[in-house]
């Protein structure tokens, strides 16, 4: 057991739990704790990355703190819990449509589709997109989710779930740029979080904070597209970052992760690094891991390829990605990229080339297309 290593590791992990939300005297501990468990472990086991380790632990270690003071003042506290005498306050009438149109009758994918359509205000081809399929099958699926609540009396709300997925995907669709819907759905989510204790919809609104704050650095002057670790991270909007982490926190103390929180802790990870060089790509692939488990998504599978080339090298990012369909939306892109950090400019540029050509906006296909230029003319 290398104890210099561990004393020299344990400032900068300390640090990184504090700038995630943890109180100094609660990650001290949660560090210590991971400390002993690391003189315990490491010398039957030692870790590929001793930072990373020591970074996961400690941070379990502080959530499982966090979990059980929780638990023990809900007890303290469960008398002073009664809801005040009077009517409870209503909920916007926009999220009551949320509500109506996910109608018991109908899957949750047409009360999805139906609902993105009806009230969210997207078109069909959007929502196609949206759910990877041609807009042809998107079409007869609204035209039968319609004919299946024609006459039925509106009077069940649909579950939660159904409504978390369509502000979801009405988020997704205005933070593309194409529709500004983003702000009216983390309206929306924060009226539902504040009247449903749910992790998932706490889940969801902190990853819509921890998306939204990035917002500001996504474009440049002329409009172009500016990826993830090129952005001005000085223009991210700290507040609604400390907020986002904040709500996750709290979600995730409650030990009953879904795929909204995997997601807004991924998006946490990338907040937390300084640098783009600082991300923990670590703990990221592990939380894609997480959410594959969840979901078994294509796209998820493909973003934990990327971030499996940042963690583990291109050529094992790569290898991940040839297991997958290549049609999938962004798969070539995601090649280009993976082949140029693999010092194969040749092969890079060509499929950029190739990504611009399949992009579902303008300023998608601008960057793909710079991005093979730039390549082009080394």
Known sequence: MDEALLRGLTPSVLAILVRRGAEFAAAEDAVQD??????????????????????????????????????????????DEEPAPGPAPALDDTLQLYFLCAHPSLTPSSAVALTLRAVGGLTTRQIAEAYLVPEATMAQRISRAKRTVSG???EQPGDVATVLRVLYLVFNEG????????????????????????????????????????????????????PLAAQDRGRWDTGLIAEGVVILQRALARDRLGEFQAQAAIAALHADAPTAEETDWVQIVEWYDELVRLT??????????????????????????????????????AAAYLHERAGDPATAARLYTEAATKAPNLAERTHLTRQAARLNRR
Not at 39 to 44: G, N, Q
Not at 51 to 64: I, M
Not at 179 to 195: G, P, S, W
């Open 152 to 154: 039925v009396r509106f």
């Open 34 to 79: 991971a400390l002993v468990e690391a003189v315990r472990v490491w010398p039957a086991d030692p870790p590929r990355d001793a930072k990373g380790w020591l970074v996961t632990v400690a941070w379990r270690k502080f959530l499982d703190a966090t979990r059980a003071d929780t638990a023990r003042r809900r007890r303290e506290d469960r008398v």
């Open 296 to 333: 078994d998504n294509p796209i998820v599978r493909l973003n934990r390829a990327v971030a499996l080339g940042e963690a583990d090298g291109p050529h094992a990012g790569l290898a991940a990605l040839a297991d997958l369909d290549a049609s999938l939306p962004r798969h070539t892109a």
């Open 175 to 226: 933070y593309s740029g194409d529709v500004d819907l983003a702000a009216e759905a983390i309206r929306l989510t924060r009226q539902l979080a504040t009247a449903i204790d749910h992790p998932e919809v706490a889940g969801l609104l902190a990853l819509m904070l921890l998306h939204h704050a990035r917002r500001p650095a996504r474009t440049a002057p002329d409009g172009g597209l500016v």
